[in-house]
């Protein structure tokens, strides 16, 4: 383990670690891991042989408060107390929830995120953004709670399918798009191979962006959240069925470019652009589900960056720089989700 | 509203407001109100007129994961946003429940703290420890997440049934004990007259305290535990039937005065004193419970200030000083229990 990122936090700085499987067999003692079904049954062997493993079903419909309760109830009792570290060995929906659970135990135990997907590597293992799910909406219940350390383990990328692969690699043209114009550019040809890399430097990214605005005070954190104000009102209306998390962001960025050209914010031919990028990894760009505007729009007024009902979006200025935007023209959201 | 008690805290500092029942009518635009259905018939009136309230039916059964979740959703349904502010307007339960609400919904949300009971006004209203209840035990899920600001109206205590006002009173001597010897003095007579006065000391002792160890890092905070690693078991022993929770740490009290004299910790003749003072209040000290003692440790072995099954206590020096001690022998416990 040679490489390191640290990332700074109101909590104390954390480091994120990069290597092999063997990450996660060096575990610390005490440790209660939370994991699901498909993670344990590729990975279980790598673990520690006598920590507590709690495996739950894979998906988002484990992001629910009835998990997060078992976990709870869990954890008190198999006779965790303060010292002991909770460890999320999984993609994103183990790590937003075994992360609630452990900032929420006793008031807050440490824990150590060791993200298998690519998703979770690249965006949800770092930041300290922990949470769970309303019917209501997407992450609506949570904290901001920077884990003890993060594990990286490419290893694990490995057994993904690469339908998790092309999830992941949704969050990469994001990073490319809201902050980086050269990773944009190297966006084409396999990204498979250089992954390793691409990893590392969407990691940097985010531990920038989060340096800045840790608990989303400025509106510099919510560059990050590029794709999301339509990509998370597709998962709710979706009952995030049909859609991976990646997936409906692609859609959601695509949307959202249109939405930036179409208040002149947005540089003319990015939406194309960016559309063209997404088509070539095989991510979607549109959804049926577009067509029905008035409940998407319902839903994004729910959205965590919208203030009295009002729409708020990030969005491009052009590939590489992006923005928080309040206060944004229904008219033109309506526009964009009927043209895309 | 003249006088003022600040409380520093790592997220900036709050202000502890002193007044009547105006204090409330005041409250800001967009606020989001619980409130249990014993207060708003009470004082439903004072609140201003075009605030959203939820009222939950009093008693600890309502600081469960299921009105946590209920009162989350409502939160969403009526559209509360990063903005809003959620009131806490009434007792321990409320403040607990309406405090955990507010640090996970979006991530968190400003709260105020409007105390109606003796027992929150004078300790769970400040300091920021929020959270609720497992079937394992009390309190094992929450944050540190302090106010925005705590107004204490002294005319709520006008309504509050005589067990209540007892069932305060018994932190009262708590504090007195554990940090105040003049408090410990004037702990006789109607207490009942020097309300205003009291209550106000005991906050100025738990600012203090907070200050000084706001997340429990040191043990210093610990010393307002003092009663409750006995008490919190006895509630969870009997489902928070029969013992509110100053009554219980009442009895704990008593029980672990005398394991702090059985340690040599505690100066000899003190359990006797605090036993005194309690009776005379009108408070119980001991319980038909104590006898079941193995179901008692087993569930303070649970206790958040135990660390891998080993008893931690806040026992008494003297009178008027208090502190952590890890690691106590399980006999002087049972042996204490038996003897109460």
Chains 1, 2 share one sequence.
Not at 19 to 31: I, K, T, Y
Not at 78 to 84: P, T
Request: with cysteine.
């Amino acid at each position: 383990v040679a490489a390191l990122v640290r990332v700074p936090s109101r909590f104390g700085s954390y480091e994120i670690r990069f290597g092999d499987e063997r990450l996660v067999g060096e575990l610390p003692d005490r440790c209660w891991i939370i994991t699901d079904d498909n993670v344990r049954r590729h990975w279980g062997h790598v673990l520690p042989k006598d920590a507590p493993v709690r495996s739950v079903p894979p998906g988002e419909a484990s992001k629910g408060i009835d998990e997060f309760e078992r976990c709870l109830e869990w954890l008190a009792q198999s006779g965790a107390d303060r010292r002991s570290v909770v460890v999320a060995f999984g993609g994103g929906v183990v790590g937003d929830l075994a992360g609630f659970v452990a900032a929420s135990y006793m008031r807050g135990v440490p824990y150590i995120q060791a993200p298998t997907s690519l998703l979770a590597q690249v965006d949800s293992s770092v930041g300290g953004k922990v949470g769970i799910d309303l019917p209501q909406g997407k992450n609506l219940v949570g904290a901001f709670y920077p884990p003890q350390q993060v594990l990286v383990g490419q290893a694990f990328l490995r057994t993904l399918p690469d339908r998790h692969i092309r999830n992941g690699l949704a969050e990469v043209v994001k990073y490319g798009y809201i902050a980086d114009t050269e990773l944009v550019e190297r966006m084409s040809g396999r990204l498979e191979e250089r992954l390793p890399e691409i990893v590392r430097r969407c990691i940097e990214i985010k531990a920038d962006v989060v340096a800045e605005d840790e608990t989303e005070q400025t509106g510099r954190r919510a560059i990050l959240n590029f794709g999301h104000t339509v990509g998370h009102a597709l998962e709710t209306y979706t009952g995030y069925e049909s859609l991976l998390h990646g997936e409906a962001i692609a859609v959601g960025m695509a949307v959202e470019a249109r939405v930036g050209e179409r208040l002149g914010v947005t540089a003319p031919g990015t939406a194309q652009r960016l559309v063209e990028t997404l088509r070539q990894l095989g991510l979607p760009t549109t959804s049926h589900h577009l067509r029905d505007v008035e409940d998407l729009i319902d839903l994004m007024r729910r959205d965590k960056k919208s203030r009295e009902g009002r729409l708020a979006f990030s969005l491009l200025l052009h590939p590489g720089a992006c923005k928080l935007i309040e206060d944004v023209d229904v008219r033109a959201v309506e526009a964009a989700l009927l043209e895309s």
